[in-house]
């Protein structure tokens, strides 16, 4: 939304003058006050007699006054609607005569094609420019200069913005605003003037701002941006403070623009200053004689140069330290103790915790449609308790969380007149929670793919969640209903149940009329073991019939003649997850771990499968990442029948062992057709480093990438030399339409009968 921000003092200073002089002009020709026989008003069109009369002090047989004659204009003029107002008197007739605004009937926009039309539309209006409201030239006036600001904003100077006026019948008017957008500004040349020890190429690398690149017309980085090259600035100064240049300083920064207004010249002008060593830390001040603790808090390191981001880091933990024993408003200050002969910095900490309080109630805004027992159920802060400030920190993570909210704001609130007591304001924007979705997508191994969802994440604002999803595909095609209700207990263990219906084939099936077909339903639950760690285990039910008219594979052909075309299983499932990456997306540190088991304990066939999966992600310099993947899967078949076919494990492709065709790793039928194994193991390796040209956007990224693995029979064993491995370079860009990955690569260690496939993408795929 673009903001707009009208200074109305020169409309209400040319009102008061207006009020002022008519007010002044009954008291220059003094009326004696006489009883009022009559009130007429003259000079409506459109406003309504009834919003004239309310303003009026009088009434008829009411005595007349100079005094409310002043005051009937101050609340004429008051409403907006006039532009012109005065009292006349004729005998014992009072005369009200009025001149309207004209009110605006449309208002609309040419050559506009930079900003969103509706947006900008109800920026108007909330500044008081819209169809039926009064019109007002100088809120014209302000909003067109407006216009023309929020164009500089994105390098737009070229901009020019007419406003137009046009009169209609009935005292209205339409409001044109004309735009010339031309071609933004971009940035030709950037200079960092005065750097000695960092070279200047290195400094403007930290830059989000850039020239002009083979990829700016994507991260629009050369567009010159005022708050963009402040923020940059920051991150010059932050970096030479972790650098342990104290003294560091901008010195000016000049911004050229060309005279054809299409290119832009930045010159920043720098003083770096000398390097400083920390030599000591030292604390001061009141520390609840916990010092030792305190000490063992503290990130700064001696013998080394002082870094800013660990000052910051101790000051913020002190602060969240002393929270935790209930001191709200702890004050920690960091002063350095310059000795400049020497190059050495002795950082003091100052600590004032103030007072201890209770927080005495927690109140709820924002939330109009869920209810406030779904916000209250994650907080760990409790009324008429100690102010925590770990807790509430674990309350409002937990709130964000649910993902029901734009975003989750806390203030502490101090009562009033009891200092030791203060009231939590949580305040949260709610978004929409809904979701429809119908949409395509396409694969090298499945081809041609159509989806259709319903969600809702908030039902009725309860916090449950409600889903139907339809998915199509070449191999697997699923219809699927399910229900969760995140707190079936007040102790947090979660409820869901699903009821299903999936078809699939073996990759390479011959048969387009060969399938499996899958209906069933489960239930599972989710018991938190701790604030990260949530176990899930649940039992299911479901029949698995192999459908087949001609070329069914040979494999399943034999199975279904020795155990039938309908299996039944009632499986139990238990997992564990935990996720400590810092993004789903574009994960650059962190771990991820997933296990789950699936035991069948009744029906027809018995087994155990399980799965266990490993993530970790390390960041480098030069804005790199490396990232590693490991899946283990497992199945083992009970009694006298062999872990099912139809439960097999699939091997090749993305996710898995890229360069080898999708699904083709493992047992393959007589018939050709790709039937998976009973055990899998892959591992996959990613070096991930920024495309040049896009700065520091993290949406669009290069990858080289080593994957090793392979799927195998119940009875083979997983050896080293039956492992297939391949390598390549792969480009990942979060589009519009979901997660896009794309891989090229060569066999490294292959056999003569693999299927190869060395370019391979896919929409919305994971590692």
């Not at 969380?401 to 609130?413: A, C, G, H, P, S």
């Not at 069914?552 to 075309?565: D, K, Q, T, V």
């Not at 693995?709 to 990942?732: C, F, H, Y």
Request: net charge neutral; no cysteine; proline share 4%.
């Amino acid at each position: 939304m673009i903001p707009f921000r009208f200074d109305g003092r020169l409309h209400a200073t040319a009102t008061v003058v207006a009020v002022a002089l008519a007010a002044a002009a009954p008291l220059a020709h003094a009326v004696e006050p006489f009883p009022i026989k009559d009130i007429r008003i003259e000079g409506l069109q459109r406003a309504d007699p009834g919003t004239v009369f309310a303003a009026l002090p009088f009434r008829i047989s009411d005595t007349y006054t100079d005094e409310k004659a002043a005051l009937a204009l101050r609340a004429l003029f008051a409403t907006g609607l006039f532009k012109d107002v005065r009292i006349e008197i004729d005998g014992q007739i009072v005369v009200v005569v009025v001149d309207e605004r004209a009110v605006i009937a449309t208002v609309d926009f040419a050559g506009l094609k930079e900003f969103d039309k509706d947006t900008l539309l109800k920026s108007l209006k909330d500044a008081g420019i819209g169809e039926g409201l009064p019109f007002d030239r100088a809120l014209v006036d302000k909003a067109e200069q407006e216009i023309k600001r929020q164009y500089l904003s994105r390098s737009l100077y070229g901009a020019e913005v007419v406003t137009t006026i046009t009169p209609l019948e009935r005292n209205r008017v339409n409001v044109t605003f004309t735009m010339s957008e031309g071609d933004a500004a971009k940035i030709r040349d950037i200079r960092i003037i005065g750097t000695k020890v960092f070279s200047e190429s290195s400094l403007l690398s930290l830059m989000d701002l850039t020239t002009g690149g083979w990829l700016t017309w994507y991260t629009k980085s050369d567009r010159y941006s005022r708050v963009k090259l402040n923020a940059d600035l920051e991150t010059l100064r932050a970096h030479y403070l972790n650098n342990g240049y104290l003294e560091f300083q901008v010195e000016s920064t000049q911004v050229t623009i060309s005279p054809d207004k299409q290119s832009i010249d930045i010159a920043i002008s720098v003083s770096e200053g000398q390097r400083y060593n920390v030599t000591g830390v030292r604390l001061e001040g009141q520390y609840l004689g916990r010092e030792d603790e305190f000490k063992a808090l503290v990130r700064i390191k001696p013998g080394q140069a002082y870094r800013g981001e660990d000052v910051n880091a101790t000051t913020r933990v002190f602060t969240d330290r002393f929270g935790t024993f209930g001191y709200a408003f702890a004050r920690v200050d960091a002063r350095p103790e310059v000795d400049r002969t020497n190059g050495q910095v002795v950082v003091v900490l100052t600590a004032d915790p103030q007072r201890r309080v209770y927080v005495r109630r927690i109140e709820m805004a924002g939330n109009s449609r869920t209810r406030d027992e779904v916000i209250r159920r994650e907080f760990r802060q409790l009324e008429s308790s100690w102010y925590d400030a770990n807790r509430i920190k674990l309350s409002v993570d937990r709130v964000k969380r649910l993902d029901y909210f734009k975003d989750v704001n806390i203030e502490t609130v101090e009562v009033a007149g009891q200092p030791d007591l203060v009231d939590l304001m949580v305040t949260v924007e709610e978004r929409a929670t809904g979701n429809l979705l119908v949409g395509a997508g396409y694969s090298t191994a499945d081809r041609l793919s159509f989806t259709a969802s319903l969600k809702q994440d908030n039902v009725f604002g309860s916090g449950n969640y409600l889903g139907f999803e339809v998915n199509t595909s070449k191999n697997n095609r699923s219809a699927l209903i399910s229900t969760v209700d995140p707190y079936f207990t007040v102790d947090g263990i979660s409820r869901a149940i699903d009821v299903f219906y999936r078809t699939s084939k073996p990759y390479n099936s011959l048969g387009n009329q060969y399938q499996l077909a899958t209906p069933g339903a489960a239930i599972r639950f989710g018991v938190p073991f701790s604030e990260s760690d949530t176990v899930f285990f649940g039992i299911g039910a479901e029949r698995t019939d192999i459908k087949a008219a001609t070329a069914i594979p040979n494999s399943y052909f034999l199975y279904r003649e020795l155990y039938g075309a309908s299996s039944t299983a009632f499986p139990l499932t238990l997992g564990w997850q935990r996720d400590q990456r810092d993004s789903v997306l574009t994960p650059t540190r962190g771990r991820y771990y997933r296990v789950n088991v699936e035991w069948s304990i009744a029906g027809d066939v018995r087994y155990l499968r399980s799965n266990l999966q490993w993530q970790q992600y390390w960041p480098l310099p030069l804005k790199m990442s490396f990232g590693l993947n490991t899946e283990l899967g497992w199945g083992k078949g009970f009694g006298s029948k062999p872990f099912p076919l139809f439960k097999n494990f699939y091997g090749g492709g993305l996710g898995s062992v890229r360069v080898f065709e999708q699904g083709s790793l493992g047992v393959i039928d007589p018939t050709g057709a790709f039937i998976g194994g009973a055990k899998r193991f892959n591992i996959n390796a990613e070096l991930y480093f920024p495309v040049p040209g896009t700065g520091n956007d993290k949406s669009l990224r290069i990858f080289a990438f080593a994957d090793a693995g392979n799927v195998w029979r119940e009875s083979e064993k997983i050896t080293g030399d039956s492992l297939r491995s391949s390598a390549g370079l792969g480009l990942s860009w979060i589009s519009p339409v979901g997660p896009l990955k794309l891989s090229w690569g060569n066999p490294i260690q292959a056999k003569p009968t693999d299927r190869i496939q060395k370019f391979q993408f896919q929409i919305g795929t994971a590692f």
